[in-house]
């Protein structure tokens, strides 16, 4: 992302509800610490929680404010208030997600909840310890250090692209 927008939000997205009419709901959002929080409509419901390291977020070809957040159960439909938002939310998410892994691998401590930070380590970890992950996928060079968060395979700097 454009490095310029930080790695970290407040704001407001509309949210594309899950039920039968699909309408768009307006919800506040907050990236920090490689977390994406999305409050509920109503304040008495705990708001989501998901972990950058799990998600892909994936731009909407068709609408030039819209994305998609795919998780690895559910995916989420936003959309910007102007397309000057939504690159502003991309490089967001996108930077904090890098930021977040960067500081897993190098086993560094961010202020914020222990358990969100211990998810993240934990899923570095788990991943690293798959039978195959301790070469590149693609030369077999020792100690790889970037993850395809989607495939779930690590690759060294110079295969990652």
């Known amino acids: 992302g ?7 939000k407040k704001g407001y997205l509309l949210k594309k509800s899950d039920g039968i009419r699909k309408v768009w709901q307006r919800r506040k959002c907050t ?5 994406l929080t999305i409050s509920h409509a109503t304040s008495n419901r ?4 998901l ?6 977020v994936k731009p909407n070809a068709e609408d030039k404010k819209s994305f998609d957040l795919i998780s690895h159960n559910r995916t989420y439909h936003f ?15 996108t930077n904090s997600k890098e930021e977040a892994l960067n500081m897993a691998f190098r086993g560094e401590q961010s202020t ?4 969100l930070e211990d998810l ?9 310890r798959l039978a195959g992950n301790d070469v590149c996928c693609d030369c077999g060079s020792p100690d790889p250090t970037w993850l395809s968060t989607n495939l779930g395979i690590l690759t060294c700097i110079e295969c990652s692209g």
């Open 2 to 8: 454009n490095k310029e927008y930080g790695s970290e």
């Open 31 to 35: 990236v920090k610490n490689g977390i």
């Open 46 to 49: 705990q708001p989501a929680k």
């Open 51 to 56: 972990n950058l390291l799990t998600c892909q």
């Open 79 to 93: 959309q910007a208030e102007d397309e000057q938002d939504y690159v502003a939310w991309i490089s967001v998410l």
């Open 112 to 115: 914020g909840e222990n358990s």
């Open 120 to 128: 993240t380590k934990a899923i570095i970890d788990d991943v690293q």
